[in-house]
T-cell receptor, first 112, second 117 residues
């Protein structure tokens, strides 16, 4: 089966840096995704990791360690608009190449 | 990123009626689309995988006769909630996989909020 764990809630201060962790246990691995979802809206794609290491994209970075089944999303220079849920999603190899399993999401609140 | 259009964004209907939701990939072809539903403060739940030109693959516990999926072209999939009841009220989100880019990323439509009275 697939299991994805991430904290349910986090709070951080505007201008600061926050790291959102995600651990996973899946039957096979073929990529990890991070999505941002504002309340009442659909998820928007943030990042994709398939090899170990750090992927940087502006204020957002995502890290992956396949041996540890671990990823994190790093948000720098936090802005109020970054208040949202951040979903970690994993695509396993088995059970269909296309299927992606989503974590429950980490609700981030950015405070002044 | 790729654009996925979902329509309508909000539906209010009477119990017993059917509701049709459309999902279109605007700038890429999508042989595979996905339909999710999401209850408040819960994660996305995959309902079915929509395959162009063939039958959809439904997840365990999802009634295929209740949630009809049609994927007639490479850019359009539809979900019809038949004989809707109040317990079907939810946020329905479609997603399409872009095979043209790195990672075969799934892009999401804006979602449809269904309220059944």
């Amino acid at each position: 089966g697939q299991n994805i764990d991430q904290p349910t809630e986090m709070t951080a201060t505007e201008g600061a840096i926050v790291q959102i962790n995600c651990t996973y246990q899946t039957s096979g691995f073929n990529g990890l995704f991070w999505y941002q979802q504002h309340a009442g809206e659909a998820p928007t794609f943030l990042s994709y990791n398939v090899l170990d290491g750090l992927e940087e994209k502006g204020r957002f970075s995502s890290f992956l360690s396949r041996s540890k089944g671990y990823s994190y999303l790093l948000l720098k220079e936090l802005q109020m608009k970054d208040s949202a849920s951040y979903l970690c999603a994993v695509r396993p190899v088995s059970g269909g190449y296309q299927k992606v399993t989503f974590g429950i999401g980490t609700k981030l609140q950015v405070i002044p | 990123g790729a654009v996925v259009s979902q329509h309508p964004s909000w539906v209010i209907c009477k119990s017993g009626t059917s509701v049709k939701i459309e999902c279109r990939s605007l700038d890429f072809q999508a042989t595979t689309m996905f339909w999710y539903r999401q209850f408040p403060k819960q994660s996305l739940m995959l309902m079915a995988t929509s395959n162009e030109g063939s039958k959809a693959t439904y997840e365990q516990g999802v009634e295929k006769d209740k949630f009809l999926i049609n994927h007639a072209s490479l850019t359009l999939s539809t979900l019809t909630v038949t004989s809707a009841h109040p317990e079907d009220s939810s946020f329905y989100i479609c997603s399409a996989r872009d095979l043209g880019g790195r990672g075969n990323i799934q892009y999401f439509g804006a979602g449809t909020r269904l309220s059944v009275l």
